[in-house]
């Protein structure tokens, strides 16, 4: 890095969700990125002080995307088609944003499909945001570098997120 370089932190309010290459994203939470392995112990004969512990199988939780409900019905498509039998698995990348706009770090999402959809909690003495939350079962996460400045704006634009 050189003298002077800026380094700082993604903010978390700035990301973009992408599926089977839409953009789909004005999403206002996202939950669900980890990945836990459980250590599998292996008690090896004659040895006495100690018990090896090797890595165990890399277990995912859901994603959970909440947003403001829109006319978009591509989620909700996908979601009823799901119910009506008709599984549909697609990949998926989560990105975030620079402060610029350009991406930069993101996750893939892999054999994604709906497995919960829940709609707003409608009261007549409210005025929030009417909110659904989607809930994906997937095969994985893995990290996907930034891309090279302009492009993630470029993107973001061709995919219509930007106003």
Do not use: C
Request: net charge negative; proline share 6%.
């Amino acid at each position: 890095m050189s003298v002077g370089a800026r380094d700082d932190p993604y903010l978390s309010y700035r990301f973009v969700v992408q599926i089977d290459a839409l953009f789909v994203g004005g999403f206002s939470e996202v939950s669900g990125l980890s990945v836990r392995m459980d250590p599998e112990t292996y008690e090896e004969g004659g040895v006495n002080d100690h018990v090896h512990k090797l890595p165990g199988r890399a277990d995912y939780p859901n994603l959970t995307l909440r947003r403001g409900m829109t006319d978009s019905a591509t989620l909700s498509r996908w979601t009823q088609r799901t119910v009506d039998g008709a599984v549909t698995r697609m990949d998926g990348v989560l990105f975030l944003l620079d402060e610029t706009g350009d991406i930069g770090w993101g996750w893939a999402f892999v054999d994604a499909y709906p497995v919960s959809w829940s709609g707003p909690d409608l009261s007549a003495d409210s005025s929030s945001v009417a909110v659904e939350t989607l809930e994906l079962a997937h095969h994985g996460l893995r990290p996907v570098p930034g891309l090279p400045p302009g492009v993630g704006t470029a993107l973001q634009d061709i995919g219509g997120l930007l106003g």
